[in-house]
């Protein structure tokens, strides 16, 4: 996959009930792909703008590791955003995770 340059950190929260409390794990992950996307829409409040970013996973680099889930973190850099939908492409020419996160 061309473009797999970054690296990037997963963070996922989850609740441990047996502890009552959150259990933060992070995912370092070398050679992806990352980018951002303005988009914008108007409706009947006006025009909204926001920046969308696009990350895709190569299998090979996703290895076992859990899929990531709405809410979650994803940080590149000094960027970090939340993920709003994940796609699992691993199943596909050039198999790849493709999350979008804002």
């Known amino acids: ?10 963070v996922h929260t989850a609740y441990d009930s047996a ?3 959150d259990i933060t794990t992070e995912t370092v992950l070398a050679g992806v792909s990352w980018y951002a996307q303005n988009r ?4 009947s409040t006006g025009l909204h ?9 190569p299998a090979a680099v996703w290895g076992d590791t859990a899929l990531p889930v ?15 939908d994940v796609h ?5 020419a050039n198999g790849h ?3 979008e996160a804002s």
């Open 40 to 43: 914008a829409a108007v409706d």
């Open 1 to 10: 996959m061309l473009g797999c340059d970054k690296t990037i950190t997963l």
């Open 70 to 84: 709405p809410g979650d973190t994803i940080r590149c850099g000094t960027v970090s955003a939340a993920v709003l």
């Open 49 to 57: 703008s926001a920046r969308v970013y696009k990350c895709r996973i």
């Open 19 to 21: 502890a009552d409390t």
């Open 88 to 92: 699992d492409n691993r199943g596909k």
């Open 97 to 99: 995770i493709y999350v």
